[in-house]
C-alpha cells in the first residue's frame, strides 16, 4: 500500500524494497496495475500531465530502486574518434545493457545511416556531413587536400576565415536546428526521463537549453568538457566580438541545468569563482578508463628489449607542444639509458613539425611519429609499452588529458613533461606508485633534471595492482557510469 501524504513521503514500501522511509521531491507517484507478463514485481512510476514529460522530480527513485528510465542524451561526438565520444559511447551503451532506454542526438557522418540501434542504443544522426574520423579509424575523403588545392581552394579557405570570424558559438552552429528538432521529435514520440548534453561542442548545450525552456520540469545534466569562455589560446569563436555572450550564455546553460559536472576539481573551482551562486549545481566526475584491449590488437613491437616510451594524444603547437620532452629524450644521449631507449608518438602531430626539425637525425632511429592511428592500436600502443609519456597543457590549469585515465588503466611508470607548475595532470599522477614530473625545459635541460630522468628509466620493475587498484577504482566504467546515474537521479 502507497500512501501521499502532504509531505511527500513514501511510508510504507513493498516487501521487495528497503522498509526505511524515503524522501522524494514534490512529485506524484501512483501504483499501476501489476502485470505479471511485463515486470516480475509490482512497478511505481511517476504520472505525466500531457503533453509535459514525465514528472522528473521524482525519477530518481526508479534509479535508486533499480527501474529503467529513459535517457536522451545530445552528443554532436559519438562512436567517432573523440575524447568525449569514447566516454560517452561506452557509458551509453552500459546504461543500456542496464535494461536503460538510450536515445542519442549526433552528428552525421558520410556513408552513415541517419538512425540505427547499435548495442541497444538508438542513435539519430543529424545535420550535415562531420569530416571527422570514424572509430574505426577510416577517415573521410581528403577533404583538407581538397580545400588547399587550385583557386577555388584558396577562395574556400579565405570564405571559411572570413566565416569562422563571425560564427557563433562555434564550428558546429549549422547542427542546431537539424539536433533541436530531432530532439523535439524524440520528447514527442516518447517523453525521456532525463536529458544529457555534452561539449564539446557547447552547441550541444544550447541544444540542451533550448528543450529545457520547452520541458521546463526534464532533468537535465550539462556534461562539460573543455571550458568554453576560460580558454584563451583555442578559442570556438571570436572573442574580439563574443566574449560578453559566451559568458552570458554560458551562465544561462548552467543556471537552466540541474547539475553541471566537469572532469577536474580545477575547472569546478575556475567556475565556482565565476559564478558561486550556482556552485551547488557543479560536480566533478573523472575521467573514464578503458578495459584493457585484447591481446591480439596490441602492436607488433619487433622484440629487440628495447626500452620503449610511448606517448599517446593529441599534440598542439599553441597548447600542448612537444619541444621540452624532445630536449629532454635527447639530452640522455651519452647516459647508461640512451643505448635501448625509442620514442614513439601515437596520434595526431602535423601542426608541430617544427618541433621535431632539430631532431631530425634521431627520427626513425631513436624518435618514431606513428601519427592518427585507429583506437585499438593507440590502446595496444600504451599497455605494451614501458614507460608512457604525459606532455601537459600550456593553456589553463583545467584541463587534463584525456590519456591520462588510459595511463592509469595501463599500469605502467608514468613520465609527465609539464610547462604549468599548477598542471592538472602532476596532480592527477601525483599518488602513482612510479611517475616522475619534470619541467619542459625553455633551453638547455637542467642537468639535474637529466640525471632524474636516467634514473627513472633505468629503474624498471613491475607496479603491484595492491597499489593501482585504489587510483583506477573512480575511474572505472561502473563508477563512472554510475555517477551520472546518480545526477540524474537528484541523489548526488
Request: glycine share 8%.
Amino acid at each position: 500500500m502507497l500512501r501521499i501524504k502532504r509531505r511527500f513521503r513514501i511510508e510504507e514500501a513493498p516487501r521487495t524494497l528497503s522498509r526505511r522511509p524515503v524522501k522524494i521531491r514534490r512529485s506524484l507517484f501512483f501504483a499501476l496495475p501489476y502485470n505479471p507478463a511485463s515486470c516480475p514485481s509490482p512497478v511505481y512510476h511517476s504520472v505525466a500531465l500531457a503533453p509535459r514529460i514525465a514528472v522528473l522530480n521524482g525519477i530518481f527513485v526508479h534509479c535508486l530502486i533499480g527501474f529503467p528510465v529513459r535517457i536522451l542524451l545530445v552528443s554532436k561526438h559519438y562512436a567517432d574518434a573523440s575524447p568525449r565520444s569514447f566516454r560517452w559511447t561506452a557509458i551509453a551503451e552500459r546504461w543500456a545493457a542496464g535494461s536503460h532506454e538510450v536515445e542519442v542526438i549526433s552528428g552525421r557522418h558520410r556513408d552513415g545511416p541517419s538512425r540505427l540501434v547499435t548495442n541497444g542504443v538508438i542513435l539519430h544522426a543529424v545535420g550535415a556531413v562531420t569530416p571527422v574520423p570514424a572509430a574505426s579509424g577510416r577517415v573521410s575523403p581528403r577533404w583538407k587536400e581538397v580545400l588547399r588545392g587550385g583557386p577555388a581552394g584558396r577562395v574556400k579557405r579565405l570564405l571559411q576565415s572570413a566565416w569562422a570570424g563571425v560564427r557563433w558559438p562555434d564550428e558546429s552552429w549549422n547542427w542546431f536546428p537539424s539536433a533541436i528538432g530531432a530532439a523535439r521529435a524524440a520528447c514527442r514520440a516518447a517523453a525521456p526521463s532525463a536529458l544529457i548534453s555534452v561539449s564539446d561542442p557547447f552547441t550541444s548545450h544550447l541544444v540542451g537549453l533550448a528543450l529545457k525552456r520547452s520541458y521546463p520540469r526534464l532533468r537535465w545534466v550539462a556534461d562539460v568538457g573543455d571550458p568554453f569562455s576560460l580558454l584563451t589560446k583555442v578559442r570556438r569563436n571570436n572573442a574580439r566580438l563574443y566574449s560578453g555572450l559566451n559568458r552570458r550564455l554560458e551562465r544561462a546553460v548552467f543556471d537552466g541545468a540541474d547539475a553541471v559536472t566537469f572532469t577536474t576539481e580545477a575547472t569546478k573551482a575556475a567556475y565556482t569563482g565565476l559564478f558561486p551562486a550556482l556552485a551547488r549545481k557543479f560536480h566533478v566526475i573523472p575521467p573514464l578508463a578503458p578495459a584493457a584491449p585484447l591481446a591480439s590488437a596490441l602492436p607488433a613491437f619487433p622484440a629487440t628489449g628495447k626500452l620503449r616510451l610511448v606517448f599517446s594524444g593529441t599534440l598542439d603547437r599553441r597548447t600542448r607542444k612537444p619541444s621540452g620532452l624532445l630536449a629532454l629524450f635527447a639530452a640522455l644521449e651519452g647516459t647508461s639509458a640512451w643505448d635501448g631507449l625509442e620514442l614513439h608518438f601515437f596520434g595526431r602531430v602535423s601542426d608541430c613539425e617544427e618541433s621535431f626539425s632539430p631532431y631530425a637525425g634521431l627520427l626513425g632511429r631513436k624518435i618514431f611519429v606513428h601519427g592518427q592511428v585507429d583506437r585499438n592500436t593507440a590502446l595496444g600502443a600504451v599497455w605494451s609499452s614501458d614507460v608512457l609519456v604525459n606532455i601537459g597543457f600550456d593553456e589553463l590549469p583545467l584541463q587534463l588529458p584525456s590519456k591520462a585515465a588510459e595511463y592509469l588503466a595501463a599500469g605502467k611508470p608514468v613520465l609527465t613533461v609539464y610547462s604549468r607548475q599548477d598542471d592538472c595532470s602532476v596532480g592527477f599522477f601525483a599518488g602513482h606508485p612510479d611517475a616522475l614530473a619534470l619541467p619542459a625545459p625553455a633551453g638547455a635541460p637542467d642537468t639535474e633534471d637529466v640525471a632524474r630522468l636516467s634514473r627513472f628509466l633505468e629503474r624498471r620493475r613491475e607496479i603491484p595492482e595492491s597499489l593501482l587498484e585504489p587510483l583506477r577504482r573512480p575511474h572505472r566504467l561502473e563508477s563512472v557510469a554510475g555517477a551520472y546515474l546518480s545526477l540524474i537521479a537528484g541523489s548526488a
